[in-house]
């Protein structure tokens, strides 16, 4: 299943970055060898013919901009210049710096010439109104495949961001896998494997509850809903590697591994620590309240998660069995069926004021404040309780770190090609312009569910790329304030789910996994169902 995404991550992407430059140049897009119209003011008085270097201000009407690049701007443009003149007029050039409120063309044509904000070209000057003050014409640098050029640089981007991922896991990995393997020698892990064996043993049936897997998969899931993505990591990747000397299929996928990272991708989180910082940032009145949507997009996610993983592992059903397996797996629907609908019964009837009125005092500030302590305390004392329960059991808690510490480094390392080729693909398919492309397909759909368009970019993104997403939901935030229903939307689709592909390029990178069967299907499931609960419950509340 990877090899096929992969395959058509890189081929939308790089067919997307062609088709793109392609009608660029045709319709000349970026004025190319055409003169545009602009008025020179010089900071001192202009003289002909001479080789002088000027600093000016450069002066182009919103009618003529609009006309020449077809690009819509709302006010005149202004702009500080260097203008450098020649005896030969035919050489006089200009340059100029652009910023992020200046317009899209002149920033593309700029990062087209291999830097991010410098502009050079031409200028015509046809004649002086004042002597300080000129009538001319600029003709940029030529831009063409800016798309491919973006492309090529997105390859090498992400290939070095993915190295560096791997490289800085290899000391969180070194750290936690140590303390796991102490907590394992003294017999801590099974301890807390059998508390929750009630619940683990209809998650994973075919893990056995004393064994090392279970241990790793309760910690990881623990640290996940904690926000304690540093320590989830390492837990998760060594409950791979337990499940996988459980497989008796080197290569494929067991049912155990699909339903772990189903609730992984799902990403159900108590407190939205990175989204909350964000909004705070950017000036919200109350930054901490979409805990409460996030944890119920992130528990729709992991509901439907869990059901897709458990459905689709069934298939495919052998003829003339189809009843036998839904009289089997009746009760299972019903159970899931009768949550989702308690849930809505609560939200849209009174319940939830009462449970309001007597819970009041639970405020989303309390909230985040008792989450965020225990956040900030959870780590060492993890760490204490681990490592201070092993020398009570007389556990040779110096040699078993070290020994679990190498199992750490070998995963980081193991990990790199996996996390390279996924990125890679990620980055070809965002630089390529596929992105746009699918977020014009989906666009009737997005109005259906009551998803403003301007969100769609972050629903996309969230599954694809963990920064990517961060950076779209900033920018989101930015323009339309992190306390509109914009922001408070983007906000809790970051919170409502995680970055699917990146989750899976990882884990089953770890175990040389190449037969993901349904894991894919059933994150994504989760992904759609954590975007239509975020939207479901923000319009509920704020829309």
């Known amino acids: 299943m990877l090899n096929y995404v992969w395959l058509t991550l890189l081929f939308l992407g ?4 062609i088709t793109t430059d392609l009608i660029d140049q045709s319709q000349n897009k970026y004025g190319n060898n055409k003169p545009l119209q602009v008025t020179i003011n010089f900071s001192e008085p202009f003289v002909k013919g001479q080789e002088k270097s000027y600093q000016a201000d450069l002066d182009v009407k919103q009618s003529e901009f609009n006309s020449f690049y077809k690009e819509s701007v709302p006010s005149d443009i202004n702009e500080s210049a260097k ?21 899209k063309v ?17 200028v015509i000057i046809d004649s002086l109104i004042t002597p300080t003050t000129a009538r001319a014409h ?25 190295v560096t991922i791997a490289l ?15 907590a394992d020698e003294a ?49 998760g990747l060594k409950a791979m590697e337990e499940l996988d000397n459980l497989n008796p299929n080197k290569g494929t996928a067991t049912n155990a591994m699909c339903t772990f990272l189903a609730i992984n991708t799902a990403g159900m989180t108590l407190i939205p620590a990175t989204a909350i910082a964000i909004r705070a940032a950017a000036g919200s009145s109350e930054p901490a309240i979409i805990i409460g949507t996030s944890l119920f997009g992130s528990f729709c996610a992991t509901v439907a998660g869990i059901t897709a993983a458990k459905t689709l592992e069934k298939f495919p059903i052998k003829k003339g069995q189809f009843s036998e397996w839904f009289k089997s797996n009746l009760k299972g629907f019903a159970v899931i069926l009768g949550i989702v609908a308690a849930i809505l019964l609560f939200i849209n009837t009174g319940a939830g004021k009462i449970f309001g009125s007597v819970f009041g005092f639970v405020t989303p500030e309390l909230f985040k404040s008792i989450i965020q302590i225990f956040s900030t305390i959870a780590i060492p004392l993890l760490i204490v309780i681990f490592i201070g329960y092993g020398a009570i059991k007389k556990v040779k808690v110096y040699e078993k770190f070290v020994e679990g510490a190498k199992e750490g480094f070998n995963i980081a390392i193991r990990i790199i090609p996996y996390l390279v080729a996924m990125l890679v693909a990620i980055g070809i398919f965002r630089a390529g312009g596929a992105m746009n492309w699918l977020i ?19 629903a996309l993104m969230r599954p694809l790329s963990g920064s990517g997403s961060l950076g779209v939901m900033a920018e989101i935030i930015s323009v339309h304030g992190p306390d509109s229903f914009i922001g408070i939307l983007v906000s809790t689709l970051y919170g409502s789910s995680e970055t699917t592909f990146y989750v899976l390029a990882v ?23 954590g975007v239509l609960g975020a939207v479901f419950i923000v319009r509920m509340l704020f829309g």
């Not at 600029?138 to 800016?146: N, Q």
């Not at 884990?507 to 169902?529: E, Q, T, W």
């Open 14 to 17: 790089i067919g997307a970055a």
């Open 83 to 103: 203008i450098t003149t020649h005896a030969d007029a035919s050489k006089n050039s200009i340059y100029f710096k652009v910023s992020k409120t200046d317009p």
């Open 106 to 122: 002149w920033r593309d044509i700029a990062l087209a010439a291999g830097e991010k904000d410098d502009i050079n070209g031409k």
């Open 138 to 162: 600029i003709i940029l640098e030529d831009v063409s495949f800016l798309r491919i050029r973006e492309v090529t640089n997105a390859v090498l981007e992400y290939a070095g961001t993915a």
């Open 168 to 182: 800085g896991l290899i000391g969180i990995m070194a750290m936690w896998l140590g303390v796991m393997k102490v």
């Open 187 to 235: 017999g801590l892990i099974a301890i807390i494997a059998r508390w929750l064996k009630p619940i683990t043993k209809r998650l994973f049936p075919d893990v056995p509850s004393d064994h090392p897997a279970m241990g790793s998969m309760i910690m990881n899931i623990s640290a996940n809903m904690l926000g304690l993505s540093n320590a989830a990591t390492p837990f």
């Open 440 to 458: 014009y397909i989906l666009h009737p759909i997005t109005n259906l569910i009551g998803m403003p368009a301007e969100a769609m970019p972050m």
């Open 507 to 529: 884990y089953f990178g770890a175990v040389n996994i190449k037969n993901i069967r349904h894991s894919l299907p059933a994150g994504l499931i989760a992904d759609i169902a």
